[in-house]
């Protein structure tokens, strides 16, 4: 009985130290990050028999439980990747919300400026400070879009940086998995969990969704199995496929994010990386950065091709209009469309290019270019270009068949020269992303203030032995005029006849526009309505008033235009016309847009990362109720195992005075 006794009281001994120390352990690591709090779990010995039933023998330590719940840690780690991803995004955000947003450093104030800058030349055509005032203002322009470009060109520098960062802690948090995969693997072989192990390895899980996102399963000999993407493994039992921050192979400028694989990199697409600081920086890339590039590189574009388009239509102070040798036509510059062939493409001397289409003319001049990038890709049998924002795409045997596709729709057009290899081809298309880096002010213009075309290419004029009362307009022109050669001028003529007819005119079709109403005429002459807008050649008059018989109206290229401002006044009414998306909006309402859709994106994302963060705290609060160490709880335990400790010395006390007491007998 006494053995019986001393072997209760050992095991008793025995639980309350192994309690003890698992106590001293929670408090220990009570601030350890992934900790989760053990309990140790008794059972009781096999009790043996004897004629007056089972006796017990005491209890044994059976395992130290962890106390954890998987569910609830999913939980966790899938609120803080997108709290990650969130937090990143919308810090970069701010970013360029503030960038565009800068009073001082934003386009609105500029563009105003050069406005005002062109109302001077219209209040003062002749004047030589005048017409440098409004050049400097558009050099003034061109500087800010250009630093507007270079700020976000340091926000993908910026992002590049962040990717390479990224990856490496990736790296890193999948060797330190792998190798917990092989502790953990040794130390399950006693039949016994190695707790601490495992909470070492779900912190780095836990750690490594911070990043980017990560499917963690449980293998079969106890080892984590970590895949990103779309099952991409990371981690298999003890060995890790690395990732690596390559050059895309769309455009070699930007960063992506490859798998090492033993027969060379596996690029995967930026949307199947999410998640995490990583899927954050990657997906504000793709969404806001590019789009905030390409946006600004419209505007540019836009202003370079409609101001230009009707700069053309004017004459300079030297008297030169389109077609003369020595005329300016354009004002502002900027390059054609960028277009980069893919690193995989089959090799050949194959080259697509693209131009800008010219702007298109319905009163005033306006573009259809969007704030989308392009991919130009080879099937075998057709070329497929698809517009990468809403995936419309358009399909041809040729590239001139995708030219007339898609027509002036997206405001520029391809061509291709070289020799075509069958094999495979892809190219991305940027037609906006480098206009703003490259905008600028013509050099022979900013060399030489004169060469604005500030006046218009014809002036009219009545008959001097005219009779009638009937006046001519001051004449306008539209693309593809033809002007009247000097010295030749355009000399119609009013006959009473039929009601009242005009002839004389030099080409056809000769278009007459009643209140809305246009009607075409192939030849002389042509009826007289007083007001209506005559148009031929490329040029519109207006003749008002009741002409009489045999009086004249004469057209002529300008001469002496020093004074005449009426091509400023047009340049200047672009400011508030419809020049932009298919004539639906102008250039500051384009800006604005852009700065008001970045503004609502950071709201909107804002908004998200508030959500995620409450249920981020929610799920951690609820997994601190399960595995966190309560400091007040494991006092009381400490209290409990003494009380414990001390009863089961005291059971070893009583069972040594029962076995002297036996052995005095014996004496």
């Known amino acids: 009985m006494s053995g019986g006794i001393f072997n209760i009281g050992v095991s008793a001994l025995q639980n309350a130290q192994i309690g003890l120390m698992t106590t001293e352990h929670n408090i220990a690591n009570q601030k350890t990050p992934g900790y989760s709090r053990q309990n140790a779990i008794q059972a009781t010995n096999v009790p043996y028999y004897t004629g007056a039933g089972y006796v017990g023998t005491g209890a044994h330590v059976m395992t130290i439980e962890r106390m954890y719940n998987s569910f609830i840690v999913g939980q966790v780690n899938r609120e803080q990747t997108a709290v990650s991803e969130l937090e990143t995004y ?71 940086t962040q ?21 953990i693997t040794i130390a399950e072989s006693t039949g016994q969990p190695p707790n601490d192990l495992y909470d070492q390895r779900d912190h780095l899980v836990a750690e490594l969704n911070k990043v980017v996102r990560v499917n963690a399963t449980l293998d079969s000999n106890g080892s984590y199995n970590i895949s990103v993407g779309t099952g991409q493994q990371l981690v298999t039992r003890t060995h890790v496929t690395e990732l690596e921050a390559v ?24 949307s199947q990386v999410t998640g995490g600081s990583l899927g954050g920086i990657l997906k504000f890339r793709s969404d806001s950065l590019d789009k905030a590039s390409n946006s600004l590189g419209r505007l540019a574009a836009s202003i370079t091709l409609t101001f230009n388009a009707q700069h053309a239509l004017g004459q300079d102070l030297n008297g030169n209009i389109a077609g003369d040798a020595n005329f300016v036509s354009e004002f502002f510059t900027v390059p054609d469309p960028n277009v980069i062939p893919n690193a ?82 892809s190219y991305t298309i940027r037609p906006t992303r480098d206009m703003a880096r490259n905008f600028a002010v013509n050099s022979e213009i900013a060399a030489d203030v004169r060469q604005v075309a500030v006046a218009a290419p014809i002036r009219t004029a ?41 002839s004389g005119f030099p080409s056809f079709p000769v278009t007459v526009t009643v209140n809305g109403t246009t009607t075409s005429y192939s030849g002389d002459p042509v009826p007289y309505t007083s007001g209506a807008t005559i148009s031929f050649s490329g040029m519109s008059i207006e003749i008002v008033g009741i002409p009489a018989n045999g009086d004249t109206f004469e057209i002529a290229k300008n001469s002496g235009g020093i004074s005449d401002n009426r091509n400023a006044l047009l340049l200047g009414e672009l400011q508030t016309s419809n020049t932009m998306s298919g004539k639906t909006t102008g250039y500051l309402s384009a800006y604005a847009q852009l700065v008001g859709d970045l503004g609502n994106k950071g709201r909107e994302i804002n908004a998200t990362l508030s959500a995620h963060q409450i249920l981020l705290e929610q799920a951690q609060l609820t997994n601190e109720s399960v595995s966190g160490v309560n400091l007040d709880e494991e006092a009381a335990n400490l209290l409990r195992f003494q009380q414990a400790y001390q009863a089961a010395a005291k059971m070893l006390s009583v069972g040594a005075s029962l076995f002297d007491a036996i052995l005095a007998i014996g004496t």
């Open 90 to 160: 919308a810090a970069d955000l701010t970013h360029i919300n503030n960038i565009l947003m800068d009073d001082t450093a934003g386009l609105s104030s500029a563009l105003k400026d050069f406005f005002a800058g062109i109302q001077q030349v219209a209040a003062d055509p002749s004047s030589l400070t005048a017409r440098q005032s409004m050049v400097s203002t558009g050099e003034v322009l061109a500087a800010r879009f250009q630093s507007l470009d270079s700020r976000l060109s340091e926000l993908y520098q910026g992002a590049n």
């Open 163 to 183: 990717i390479k960062g990224d990856v490496a802690m990736i790296n890193s948090y999948a060797h330190q998995i792998a190798d917990l995969n092989q502790q």
């Open 247 to 270: 050059p895309s192979s769309a455009d070699p400028t930007r960063l992506a994010v490859a798998l090492k694989l033993p027969t060379g990199t596996m690029e995967l697409p930026d």
């Open 344 to 425: 995989k493409n089959t090799p050949s001397t194959l080259e697509i290019k693209a131009s800008f289409t010219q702007p298109s003319y319905e009163g005033n001049f306006y573009t259809n270019l969007t704030d989308s990038d392009y991919t130009l890709e080879w099937s075998g049998s057709n070329w497929t270009l698809t517009r990468l924002t809403d995936k419309q795409s358009w399909t041809g045997a040729t590239i001139a068949d995708i030219n007339t596709a898609i027509g002036d729709s997206q405001g520029f057009n391809l061509s291709v020269t070289g020799t075509f290899v069958p094999g495979s081809y």
């Open 462 to 502: 009545v008959g001097t032995a005219n009779t009638g009362n009937a006046t001519i307009s001051a004449g306008k022109v539209s693309p593809g005029y033809t002007a009247p050669a000097s010295g030749s001028p355009v000399t119609l003529t009013y006959s009473s006849s039929g009601g009242g007819e005009i």
